[in-house]
């Protein structure tokens, strides 16, 4: 039977339409390409862990609380296990069951849940001290900026200390008509309706940015 959107993600401004392409797309990658970086759009796994250390760069997330939307394959598990160690509680959400019943069969246990949802229909899994996004916002939707603000701003209602998202970057050299580049300046303007704590990466070898958004700046 398939998928069909939730609730939760039809008021964070994802359609039907939407939400039957992506995850079409997502269990046809994985049903061809099985685990594997391209299955949920990376083009090499040196990348994808680059993009994880830029979104976790200045973090620490021993003991920590982590919530992953958008996660895939669970692969930021793995990376977040080799950096920190095995002293935190992970919960990955995404829309594709099939992609979620993969990485809940490599990486599952008491403190590494998956589940096959979007945002919006967490309320009974508390706060997190870290919320990222890896690749989340990437593909054109219908209307990506407001899915975008919906997102971020319902995220960070749920984050007790950093919200880390990346975007693909409108400064690329160029742009491939089945994703969406966001304007930089655009973002960090609405993450700073959010929170005054916004930090903006721009510096990596990737035609993307990434944001932290902190409830609260530590000094170091």
């Not at 069951?97 to 096959?116: K, P, Q, S």
């Not at 916002?137 to 209602?157: D, P, Q, V």
Request: hydrophobic fraction near 40%; aromatic fraction near 12%; charge should be negative.
């Amino acid at each position: 039977m398939p998928q069909r959107p939730s609730s939760a993600a039809i008021a964070l401004g994802l359609t039907s339409a939407d939400f039957d392409r992506l995850t079409s797309l997502y269990n046809g990658r994985y049903a061809t390409l099985g685990y594997d970086v391209r299955t949920v759009g990376w083009g090499s796994a040196e990348g994808q862990a680059l993009r994880f250390s830029v979104l976790c760069r200045g973090l620490n997330l021993v003991g920590a609380r982590v919530l992953d939307i958008g996660c895939g394959l669970g692969d930021f598990v793995p990376w977040a296990e080799g950096v920190y160690g095995p002293d935190f509680d992970y919960v990955g959400l995404d829309l594709s069951a099939d992609l979620v019943e993969a990485a809940r069969t490599r990486y599952g246990g008491e403190r590494r849940r998956f589940i096959a949802d979007t945002l919006g229909s967490e309320s009974d899994l508390g706060d997190f001290d870290v919320i990222i996004l890896s690749g989340t916002l990437t593909l054109r939707i219908a209307n990506n900026r407001a899915t975008m603000r919906s997102l971020l701003k319902h995220a960070f209602a749920h984050c007790r200390g950093a919200l880390c998202v990346n975007f693909m970057s409108s400064y690329a050299d160029h742009q491939l008509e089945k994703n969406f580049h966001f304007d930089p300046e655009k973002v960090f303007a609405f993450a700073k309706t959010l929170t005054p704590h916004v930090t903006l990466y721009h510096d990596y070898p990737l035609f993307e940015f990434t944001l932290q958004l902190h409830v609260q700046l530590t000094q170091k």
